[in-house]
């Protein structure tokens, strides 16, 4: 708020407009602009760089052996750490926290203080690095190729319950497999036709069973829970043409996938 009169004004007619969520305990602060600024993209790069750091705790883990599944939850009983906002997978997109780090990051160099957050950077390329990592599951997967394999995407949007796609994860691994030569397959239950619009190169079903059918590969890139908990793997044997599934969000059992005959392949995890 600005200072002053006008600013115990403004506070004011705030509160009376935020009264119903201030009354069931939602906090209500009032600082200066260049703090105010500071909270919205402060809280987006801590969430981001929170994201990365298990991510890159991912990569760790598959050069060791390691469960990054089981190591996030190790660490998230730590009242300190907690565990929301460390599930490895393929990062992070949206319209805020990849805009908001990157402009973050420029600020403060037009500032002087660029050395500050000189580690969002960091943040930032660890997070299109798994992007990437999916990618070359998948063509691990199938045996060192997707030319001409039908490959399924299982999601479109930035995060589930959304058909936003700025910025997203899924898209951007379907298209990096289209380069490579894959007959890409998009599903999603919300995003597909601003999916379309952007990528009109991909093909869209949407009808969740037959995107899968005859597929070579699937690829759970968006968590919806058509994918993650309505999709047993017996059942998607019975459509697909290959075995193999790369869970970008590790959001499935792998044990049942591999028992049910399906290459598994997480993201830093075994």
């Avoid at 959304?162 to 298209?175: E, F, G, K, N, T």
Wanted: hydrophobic residues 45%; negative net charge.
């Amino acid at each position: 708020m600005p200072a002053g009169e006008e600013g115990e004004i403004a506070a004011s007619v705030l509160r009376e407009v935020y009264h119903p969520s201030v009354a069931k305990g939602s906090p209500f602060i009032v600082t200066d602009y260049a703090t105010a600024e500071l909270v919205k993209v402060s809280a987006n790069a801590f969430l981001a760089t929170k994201i990365s750091f298990i991510n890159a705790m991912a990569e760790i883990a598959e050069v060791t052996g390691a469960d990054v599944t089981q190591l996030a939850d190790a660490i998230g009983h730590d009242a300190r750490i907690g565990r929301r906002f460390l599930g490895a997978g393929i990062g992070f997109g949206g319209g805020c926290l990849p805009k908001d780090i990157r402009a973050f990051s420029a600020r403060a160099e037009e500032l002087g203080r660029g050395e500050s957050v000189a580690f969002l950077r960091q943040v930032d390329e660890i997070n299109l690095r798994r992007r990437e990592r999916a990618v070359q599951l998948v063509v691990d997967g199938l045996g060192g190729s997707v030319f001409e394999k039908k490959v399924t995407v299982l999601g479109a949007a930035f995060k589930p319950h959304s058909d936003d796609i700025r910025d997203s994860p899924a898209l951007d691994v379907a298209v990096r497999l289209h380069g490579l030569g894959a007959t890409v397959t998009v599903t999603d239950p919300a995003a597909i036709e601003n999916a379309r619009r952007i990528h009109p190169q991909l093909t869209y079903v949407e009808d969740r069973d037959e995107a899968i059918r005859d597929a070579d590969a699937l690829v759970l890139v968006t968590e919806w829970d058509e994918y993650r908990r309505q999709l047993p793997p017996e059942h998607a044997s019975s459509l697909a043409r290959g075995r193999v599934v790369v869970d970008g969000r590790n959001g499935l059992d792998a044990a049942a996938w591999r028992a049910a005959g399906w290459a598994y392949y997480g993201m830093g995890r075994p």
